[in-house]
T-cell receptor, first 115, second 113 residues
Framework: GAVVSQHPSRVICKSGTSVKIECRSL??????MFWYRQFPKQSLMLMAT?????????EQGVEKDKFLINHASLTLSTLTVTSAHPEDSSFYIC???????????FGPGTRLTVT | GENVEQHPSTLSVQEGDSAVIKCTYS??????FPWYKQELGKRPQLIID?????GEKKDQRIAVTLNKTAKHFSLHITETQPEDSAVYFC????????????FGSGTQLTVLP
């Protein structure tokens, strides 16, 4: 099946700094990618839809100026958490729909810890 | 928007018994219903999915049933094994180019040896 990678897998940063997370589709092109956030013992919550060549669509309650999304190519979307705070500590997972099927392919996730 | 509710939140069964997890959805336009298994710190893993044009799908010990009229779908795991222990999520989406998924709240399944 299709493969989605994420980098880094884990990151620890200090409060007030910015962190960039990359999501890549390795063997297929993805005009759309999704970014989810998952707090401990909770479900995956959609943060935004990343659209290649255009602006991302953010879910209600997600600050677009804090969570910057760039989808500059058909295989790469990036999520930048700006001015991170401890409450941003979470598991961030991206996904991309597979062409020709309804299935979504998830990245392995990025564990962000803000100290 | 779509709202997916999932029950129970925790489920303990004896090894060899069956486990059933139920979900309801709100948007009648949803037509794709996947189930995921997630182990701690890992990505969700698709275990079975069903589209709205069928009422049941089975893959070895795992089956999913869908009732479009009632807007609910269920996961059935038979002959459970300790390695089935994990968190299970249902989800719903309106198929198409967007395929945005709305997840249920999750069920922690524990299979007791």
């Amino acid at each position: 099946g299709a493969v989605v990678s994420q980098h880094p897998s884990r990151v620890i940063c200090k409060s007030g700094t910015s962190v960039k997370i990359e999501c890549r589709s390795l063997d297929f092109q993805a005009t759309t990618m999704f970014w989810y956030r998952q707090f401990p013992k909770q479900s995956l919550m959609l943060m935004a839809t990343s659209n290649e060549g255009s602006k991302a669509t953010y879910e209600q309650g997600v600050e677009k100026d804090k969570f910057l999304i760039n989808h500059a190519s058909l295989t790469l979307s990036t999520l930048t958490v700006t001015s991170a705070h401890p409450e941003d500590s979470s598991f961030y997972i991206c996904s991309a729909p597979g062409g020709g099927s309804y299935e979504q392919y998830f990245g392995p996730g990025t564990r962000l810890t803000v100290t | 928007g779509e709202n997916v509710e999932q029950h129970p939140s925790t489920l303990s069964v004896q090894e060899g018994d069956s486990a059933v997890i139920k979900c309801t959805y709100s948007d009648s336009a949803s037509n794709y219903f996947p189930w995921y298994k997630q182990e701690l710190g890992k990505r969700p893993q698709l275990i079975i999915d069903i589209r709205s044009n069928v009422g049941e799908k089975k893959d070895q010990r795992i089956a999913v049933t869908l009732n479009k009229t009632a807007k609910h779908f269920s996961l059935h795991i038979t002959e459970t094994q300790p390695e089935d222990s994990a968190v299970y999520f249902c989800a719903a989406s309106i198929g198409g180019s967007a395929r945005q998924l709305t997840f249920g709240s999750g069920t922690q399944l524990t299979v007791l040896p």
